[in-house]
């Protein structure tokens, strides 16, 4: 494939516009950071960086339908301790630019090695992942596990089949119609929306976001992600941390964490009151303080420590 100079946007004015909301959105980017165009056979991938370049190296990556700035409200803390590099999925709505189609797993694995093999070259790196990104993570850690010193998935898109509700609310924002992706957004981040005026009013913004790329950028697939199987679970020997909100909708998330407590006992996990989907934004200081707590401990990682669902 060989991309249009517009490529993934529908037009160089849609890529203007979609620019030029990122370039609006990233002022409340709240530390120093620059911006980098990481070159690879996959593409142009776009990175946002902070934190000084002596400290360790802590890769992030969003939710579907997201890009880097979506760790807004967490990045303060985590640069403060890290060197950060916030990245755009490729095939998503951010920055990055494919260079050929993403049809399979594996070539967002062949991508993000690329990236990391870049970014932090011959030392090891911790990870997160949100959601779509966790999911990610997730698959990485089983491929490359001496590329990580830790992983953290927040609420993992491949922990346990879709919940039925999101499958059916999910389809209905494909209609064109803001009214359903706001249902769906309410629904989604509902902690969010019942932190009153200000809550919703964050929640908008995401909506409104999502209308401007839905304009903006020609039609981008997700390739879904398979459930991460149980031998993969049990195997896994990166030390990983998993947090999930108690009012999670993607799935049950008492019985993704009765599964991690059947099958891989060295990950540790807990239930984050009083937050959904939303857990990183809705829960900003707890949720990242857990991480860096985590990422800091210097232990092996195997203890289970599962948080109150009250």
Not at 10 to 18: D, Q
Not at 145 to 157: T, Y
Not at 294 to 304: A, E, V
Request: glycine share 6%; hydrophobic share 40%; aromatic share 8%.
């Amino acid at each position: 494939m060989k991309p249009s100079d517009s490529h993934p946007f529908r037009s160089a004015h849609a890529r203007v516009e979609y620019q030029t909301l990122c370039l609006e959105r990233a002022k409340a980017w709240p530390v120093a950071s620059e911006t980098r165009l990481v070159e690879t056979p996959s593409g142009q991938t776009y990175v946002r960086v902070s934190g000084l370049p002596t400290d360790p190296p802590l890769v992030l990556l969003h939710g579907a339908r997201g890009n880097s700035l979506m760790w807004i409200p967490n990045i303060a803390l985590l640069s403060a301790q890290y060197r950060t590099y916030a990245l755009d999925t490729i095939g998503d709505i951010g920055l990055s630019v494919s260079q050929r189609k993403l049809s399979r797993l594996d070539d967002y694995m062949s991508w993000l090695d690329e990236v990391l093999s870049v970014l932090v070259s011959g030392d090891a790196l911790s990870l997160v992942g949100m959601s779509y990104g966790g999911g990610l993570a997730s698959e990485y850690a089983l491929r490359f596990p001496n590329r990580l010193n830790k992983l953290v998935l927040l609420a993992p898109a491949n922990m346990l089949p879709p919940s039925f509700a999101l499958i059916f609310r999910g389809l209905l924002t494909l209609i064109p119609s803001t009214d359903f992706r706001k249902r769906f957004y309410y629904w989604l981040l509902r902690d969010m929306v019942e932190r009153g005026e200000n809550g919703r009013a964050r929640v908008d913004e995401a909506v409104a976001d999502w209308e401007v790329a839905e304009r903006c950028f020609r039609s981008l697939a997700t390739i879904p992600l398979p459930v991460i199987g149980d031998k993969a679970l049990q195997s896994l020997r990166v030390p990983t941390l998993f947090l999930v909100g108690e009012n999670e909708k993607i799935y049950s998330p008492q019985k993704a964490i009765q599964r991690l407590n059947r099958l891989a006992s060295q990950i540790q996990t807990e239930i984050i009151p009083r937050a959904g989907h939303d857990l990183w934004i809705v829960q900003a200081e707890v949720v990242t303080k857990k991480i860096l707590n985590f990422l800091g401990d210097s232990g092996t990682g195997n203890s289970i420590a599962v948080g109150r669902t009250a």
